[in-house]
């Protein structure tokens, strides 16, 4: 009977011993398997929070940034910063040229320039004691679809103002105003002015289109009116 007692003591005591050794975990001990993250001998980390059944994780992608769309750069028209009406104008000096030459050189244009096909004039003021010349003109507008072809869209008329002084003169360009044709039903035309398609933010591109459209035919009418303003060249029957 002692031999049975000092059995169940000896069990007892040795469960205890067992449990106080479970309870004084040591984390230092480099069998410990309670971990989620250990290192493989060659290097690689596994995580044993897995995807797929497989144990493998999927690959992070990372997305390229999208390319920032740049801004639009409208197209700068000239204008008065006084009147802000959209102006082209300029004094053109001529030296050797007078007043009176120099009048009759532009009217010389004025005939050339609007005898074109769908050009247009109508002079108001016509003083040569002044040596002034207002008139309103018409031309017709073409937009550039692309470099091979352009497509009508309407007439642009406009105010212009030739004045002359002894070896130079001023053109002033402005109330600048684009005409398209009335839609079926209706009488008038639709009127738009510059100052408009210059300063509205609805279809910017599309409002510019036809200021550049314009500005390229304004500056040929220029370099025409300068051309035939400049003194002829008198070549000598004696220089030979």
Known sequence: MKSIFKILITTIALGL???INAQDYNYDDPYATDTTNYDDPYGDTYNTDFNNSFGDTKPVVEEKPKPEKK???RFEVPFDTITELV???AVVEEEEAGTDSLYWR???WINYEFS???MKKKITKDDKKEFKIIMVGVFPLFI???KYSKVP???IQFDME???KEGRYRYKINNLVHLVPPPPGEKNDIVTYFEFYRKSTINPKGNDMVLISADKKIHKMIDALQKYCKEPIYVDDDDW
């Open 144 to 146: 550039e679809a692309n």
């Open 71 to 73: 801004p639009y750069i």
């Open 17 to 19: 011993a067992i449990d």
């Open 162 to 164: 030739l004045r002359f």
């Open 106 to 108: 532009a009217k010389r």
């Open 116 to 118: 074109k096909k769908d």
């Open 87 to 89: 102006t082209y104008t």
């Open 153 to 155: 869209n309407g007439s």
